[in-house]
C-alpha cells in the first residue's frame, strides 16, 4: 500500500483533493444530497463521492472503517457490481471525514419494538429515519451496518457510474446509450468496438450523472459470492499502514501517562529525572496526567515511568466489590425501561414450578491488538490528524475544539484499525495527540498508549447484575420476569460525543434482554440503570453481550426444571415467535447431530440471541481432558438475510465467537484501590490456537432484509459454553468468567 504521503501527492485522498483529468460518481436516496467533499481543481470534476475515475484509473472509496472485518472489500463489491468492473481493477480508499459519507443504518435500531417484528412498512420508516445519519454528521463504523447501509447506496452508485459513462461512450461513438453494455471497465459497442472508463472520465465530467435501476440478482457477479480480501496481500507482507506505522519526515514520539482512577485528576509530578534522560524532549502537562515526547516511542514510555505523581482520587467506589454493591442499589429504584410486559409477570400460573437465579458478569476492556494512537501535525492554521478510528467526523469536531480551529481546519485520514470492537468510537487518544501538536506546531508527533496506558483507560463493558424469575409448566415457559443493573453505554457514550444525555427508555442498555424471539405468555422484563462513574461504553455487541449471557442461561435453567431437552425447549417457544431464530437452531440441531444425549466426560449446550437483525444459534462441546474442561466443537447458524460475501460472513461469526469465549473464560477488570488491575494480556488472557474449538458455520439467508454480521455471533457464545460446562459437570455457571469455579484448558 502506498504511505499516506505519496497518495496525497498522487491525489487519491481527497480534501483540498484533485481529480486528474476525472470524474466522480455516487448516488444519494434523499432529496438533497449532502455536500460533497471531492473538491475539483482547474478542468477537473467530482460529481459525488463514492466512485472516482482519472488517468490513473478507477477509485472507490469505502468510508467505513476497515478493522478486519471486510468491509473495504465488501463494501467495494456492492459497487463493482453494478459499475461493471472487477475488484482486481480498482483501488478502494476510506474516504475523508465529511457528512456525504453519514451511516443510513445507525439510527434503524432506534426505532420501537423488538426489531424481529419489523415488517416492510417499518423497515421503510427506518430507512427514511436513516437519513437523519446525514443532519446528524454520522460518518462511523459500527452497530454491524456497513452492509445494511451499503446495500442500496453503493450499487446505486455503481449504476449512476455506469450510464453516464456510457452515455460519454454514446456520444463519443455516435451511438445510443442503450445500444451499448459494459463489462470489466470498458463500454462496448455492438460490433465490439471498446473503450476504457478511464478514456471516458473527461467527457462524463461534462454530463450530469445518470440515475439508473438496479440490475436484478440473478446477473450478479460478486454479490453473494466469495471474493478475495482486497487488503489480504498487504496485511500478510507487513505493508498495510495502520496508525500505528504511520511515518512522516522529522516526526517525533509521544505517549501519555494519566491517573489510574479514571476520573480523577492530578495534584502534582515531577518530571525532573525524566527530563534529564538523552532523547526526551519535553515534558506536557495534560491536566490528569502528563506525556512525554521523544526520539522514539519505547523511550517516552520509560521517561513516563520514571515521573512522580501525586493522584487525585476515584470519583467510584475503589474495590470491585464495592462497584459491584453500587450497582445492585439500581435494583432500589424504578427501572429505565420495561420494553415488554406480556401477559401478566406477577401471578404464578396455577399448577406451575417457579425458579429464580442471579447472574453477574465483570467489566471487560475492549482489549484491541493495536494500542490506542494517533498522529497530529499543526501547522499553518491547519491541523492533520492520522488514525485508526470508528467516527472520523467526530474525530475532526473533537481535534478542531482541542486546536481551537473549524471542523474544516482539520483533515481526519483513517488507516486501517488494529482491532476496534467499538473502543475506536471514542476520540479521547486523537484528542491527546492534538493537545500535545500544538506543543510541538509545524512538528508531526506521533502518540501511542502502552498496552498498559490503554488497559486501565477504557471505556469498559460495564459490569452487570441480572436477576431473573420463571416458571415452567407442562415442559414449557410459562413465566420470565428479568431485572437488569448496569450503567449505559448509551448514556455515558453520547455525553462524550454529542454532548447530550438521550431522553426516555435505554433501549440498547436492555437488548437482548426484552427481544428474545421466544413465545412465553408472561414476559416481563426491566432495565435499571446504574449511576457509577466508571467510564463504559461500547463493547462488541454491547447489551447483548452480558444479556444473551443472562437470558440463555435462565432458559437452560428452565429447561431443566421443566424437564425438557434444551434445544427442544428453544424451538418449541421459538417456532411460534420467529422462523428465522427456529431456523438457526435447527441448523445447528442438524449440524451438531444433536440428540439430546451426551456420553460421560462430553458436555454440550446451545444458546440462540437475536442481535443486530440476525438470529445466531450457537452449539459448544467440552470435554473433559486430564482434569481440565477442552472447548472440543463449536457449531455455528446465522440467518443474515443477504450474505453479501458468504465467507466473510463466516469469518465473522467465527470471530464473534472467538471474542465471546475469550471474555467468558478469561476477562475480567477489577478494581482496587480505584485502579483497574489488570494492565497486559498476562493478566487479561484470551483464547489461544490450541484452545479454540473445531468450527463448522452455516449461514442462512431466509429474512427479507438484510441482518448485522461483526457483533452477532458474540452474544451466544458464553450461554453456550455456560450451558455445555452444566451438562459436562451439573454445576451451573452464574458468573463470568468461568476460570474463577471452572479447571479451564489453557
Same mark, same amino acid.
Given at each position: ?19 486528474? #483529468?476525472?470524474? +466522480? ?62 475488484? $482486481? ?45 446525514? !443532519? ?58 471498446? %473503450? ?5 472520465? /473527461? ?71 525524566? /527530563? ?97 494512537? &494517533? ?14 478510528? /470508528? ?39 486523537? %484528542? ?21 496506558? $490503554? ?19 407442562? #415442559? ?24 447530550? /444525555? ?33 467510564? %463504559?461504553?461500547?463493547?462488541?455487541? !454491547? ?120 471474555? &467468558? ?6 478494581? +482496587? ?23 463448522? !458455520? ?23 459454553? +455456560? ?24
Amino acid at each position: 500500500m502506498a504511505s499516506i504521503g505519496k497518495i496525497a501527492r498522487r491525489t487519491f485522498l481527497i480534501g483540498s483533493a484533485a481529480i486528474v #483529468g476525472g470524474v +466522480a460518481f455516487g448516488a444519494y436516496y434523499v432529496s438533497r444530497p449532502a455536500p460533497n467533499p471531492l473538491k475539483p481543481g482547474e478542468g477537473e470534476a467530482a460529481l459525488n463521492p463514492f466512485v472516482l475515475i482519472d488517468g490513473n484509473g478507477i477509485t472507490l472509496f469505502a468510508p467505513r472503517a476497515e478493522m478486519g472485518q471486510g468491509v473495504k472489500t465488501s463494501w467495494a463489491a456492492l459497487i463493482a457490481e453494478e459499475l461493471d468492473v472487477e475488484l $482486481d481493477q480498482v483501488r478502494v480508499l476510506h474516504g475523508p471525514a465529511a457528512k456525504a459519507y453519514y451511516n443510513s443504518a445507525f439510527m434503524l435500531d432506534a426505532l420501537p419494538g423488538k426489531g424481529y417484528d419489523s415488517g416492510n412498512f417499518k423497515h421503510s420508516i427506518g430507512e427514511a429515519l436513516g437519513h437523519l445519519g446525514k !443532519v446528524l454528521n454520522l460518518h462511523g463504523t459500527g452497530g454491524s451496518t456497513s452492509m445494511k447501509d451499503g446495500y442500496e447506496r453503493m450499487r446505486l452508485a455503481g449504476a449512476s457510474a455506469r450510464e453516464t459513462l456510457k452515455e460519454a461512450a454514446a456520444g463519443k461513438l455516435g451511438l445510443k446509450r442503450s445500444q451499448l453494455s459494459t463489462a470489466k471497465g470498458m463500454v462496448i459497442a455492438p460490433d465490439g468496438r471498446e %473503450v476504457s472508463y478511464v478514456d471516458l472520465a /473527461q467527457d462524463a465530467a461534462k454530463l450530469s450523472a445518470i440515475e439508473a435501476g438496479l440490475r436484478p440478482s440473478s446477473t450478479w457477479r460478486l454479490i453473494g459470492k466469495p471474493q478475495p480480501r482486497i487488503d489480504m496481500a498487504e496485511k500478510a507482507t507487513g505493508t498495510a499502514e495502520f496508525g500505528i506505522d504511520v511515518r512522516l519526515p522529522g516526526m517525533k514520539f509521544a505517549s501519555v501517562r494519566m491517573n489510574p482512577r479514571q476520573g480523577g485528576s492530578m495534584k502534582s509530578f515531577d518530571a525532573s529525572a525524566a /527530563q534529564n534522560m538523552p532523547g526526551v524532549e519535553k515534558v506536557i502537562n495534560m491536566g490528569a496526567g502528563v506525556a512525554v515526547v521523544a526520539s522514539n516511542t519505547w523511550l517516552a514510555m520509560q521517561a513516563l515511568e520514571a515521573i512522580e505523581v501525586d493522584w487525585e482520587e476515584a470519583p467510584y467506589p475503589s474495590e470491585t466489590d464495592q462497584v459491584f454493591a453500587k450497582i445492585a442499589e439500581a435494583f432500589d429504584d424504578a427501572p429505565n425501561s420495561v420494553m415488554r410486559d406480556d401477559g401478566d409477570a406477577d401471578a404464578l400460573p396455577t399448577g406451575a414450578t417457579e425458579l429464580s437465579a442471579e447472574y453477574q458478569v465483570p467489566y471487560l476492556a475492549h482489549a484491541t491488538m493495536e494500542p490506542m494512537n &494517533a498522529t497530529a501535525l499543526l501547522e499553518e492554521g491547519k491541523l492533520t490528524v492520522w488514525s485508526g478510528n /470508528q467516527m472520523p467526523t467526530f474525530v475532526q469536531s473533537k481535534c478542531a475544539a482541542e486546536a481551537g480551529l473549524e471542523s474544516e481546519q482539520v483533515d481526519v485520514r483513517t488507516t486501517y484499525l488494529g482491532g476496534g470492537f467499538g473502543r475506536r468510537v471514542e476520540f479521547d487518544y486523537a %484528542v491527546q495527540a492534538t493537545r500535545i501538536a500544538k506543543e510541538m506546531p509545524g512538528i508531526p508527533v506521533q502518540l501511542t498508549w502502552s498496552r498498559e496506558e $490503554d488497559m486501565r483507560h477504557d471505556m469498559y463493558r460495564p459490569g452487570a447484575i441480572a436477576r431473573m424469575r420463571g416458571a415452567v409448566k407442562d #415442559g414449557a415457559a410459562v413465566l420470565m420476569d428479568g431485572q437488569l443493573a448496569a450503567a449505559s453505554p448509551t448514556h455515558q457514550a453520547m455525553m462524550r460525543l454529542a454532548d447530550f /444525555q438521550p431522553a426516555g427508555p435505554d433501549k440498547v442498555h436492555v437488548e437482548g434482554f426484552f427481544n428474545s424471539p421466544y413465545a412465553i405468555p408472561n414476559y416481563r422484563m426491566a432495565g435499571h440503570i446504574s449511576d457509577i462513574k466508571i467510564p %463504559v461504553g461500547f463493547w462488541r455487541s !454491547v447489551g447483548n453481550s452480558f444479556n444473551g449471557f443472562f437470558i440463555e442461561s435462565f432458559i437452560d435453567e428452565m429447561a431443566h426444571a421443566a424437564g425438557a431437552d434444551p434445544m427442544e425447549f428453544r424451538l418449541s417457544l421459538a417456532r411460534p415467535e420467529w422462523a428465522p431464530a427456529a431456523g438457526v437452531l435447527e441448523a445447528v440441531k442438524e449440524m451438531a447431530g444433536w440428540t439430546g444425549n451426551t456420553p460421560a466426560g462430553v458436555g454440550r449446550g446451545v444458546a440462540m440471541c437475536y442481535s443486530f437483525g440476525t438470529p445466531v444459534a450457537e452449539v459448544i462441546e467440552v470435554i473433559e481432558e486430564d482434569g481440565s474442561i477442552r472447548i472440543a466443537n463449536a457449531w455455528i447458524a446465522c440467518d443474515m438475510g443477504r450474505a453479501i460475501d458468504p465467507e466473510t460472513v463466516k469469518a465473522q461469526m467465527f470471530g464473534g465467537m472467538a471474542y465471546g469465549l475469550s471474555a &467468558a473464560c478469561f476477562g475480567e477488570i477489577t478494581f +482496587a484501590d480505584g485502579a483497574a488491575e489488570q494492565g497486559n494480556f498476562p493478566d487479561y488472557d484470551a483464547m489461544r490456537m490450541h484452545t479454540m474449538p473445531r468450527t463448522e !458455520v452455516r449461514v442462512l439467508e431466509t429474512q427479507a432484509h438484510l441482518g448485522g454480521a461483526g457483533e452477532p455471533g458474540t452474544p451466544p457464545a458464553a450461554p453456550a459454553l +455456560a450451558n455445555a460446562i452444566f451438562d459436562l459437570t451439573g454445576k451451573r455457571p452464574r458468573r463470568l468468567p468461568l476460570m474463577h469455579d471452572f479447571d479451564l484448558l489453557i
